[in-house]
Nanobody
Framework: QGQLVQSGGGLAQAGGSLRLSCAAS????????MAWFRQTSGNNRDFVGG????????DYSDSVKGRFTISRDNAKNTVYLQMNSLKREDTAVYYC????????????????WGQGTQVTVSS
């Protein structure tokens, strides 16, 4: 399956930026999609956005569209989530995940998950 290791995140002020990384080891990801989800305490793990590894096509939730950007570095087997114009409601634990096939919003269709990274946005 391979392992996903997340880094980045932390504390930012509203209007600021943060970048998360998700490094994949143990396999290559041609034919896979990688997505980002976020979860607040007691709530569902919600789709943020994703990227199809080979084609590079991206998809975003309406709540982050225009503010967040997902990219990949094939050589490093790493996906990035660049978060700009952060809002307090972006505060959550962020997870990366992979699946075979296209990006979908259903978290249950993703088999492999990163460990999660806390993002906190203060006003």
């Amino acid at each position: 399956q391979g392992q996903l290791v997340q880094s980045g995140g932390g504390l930012a002020q509203a209007g600021g930026s943060l970048r998360l990384s998700c490094a994949a080891s143990g396999r290559t990801f041609g034919g896979y999609s990688m997505a980002w989800f976020r979860q607040t305490s007691g709530n569902n793990r919600d789709f943020v956005g994703g990227i199809q590894w080979t084609e590079g096509n991206t998809d975003y939730s309406d709540s982050v569209k225009g503010r967040f950007t997902i990219s990949r570095d094939n050589a490093k087997n790493t996906v990035y989530l660049q978060m700009n114009s952060l809002k307090r409601e972006d505060t959550a634990v962020y997870y990366c995940a992979t699946r075979i096939g296209s990006v979908v919003e259903n978290r249950w269709l993703y088999k492999n998950w990163g460990q999660g990274t806390q993002v906190t946005v203060s006003s």
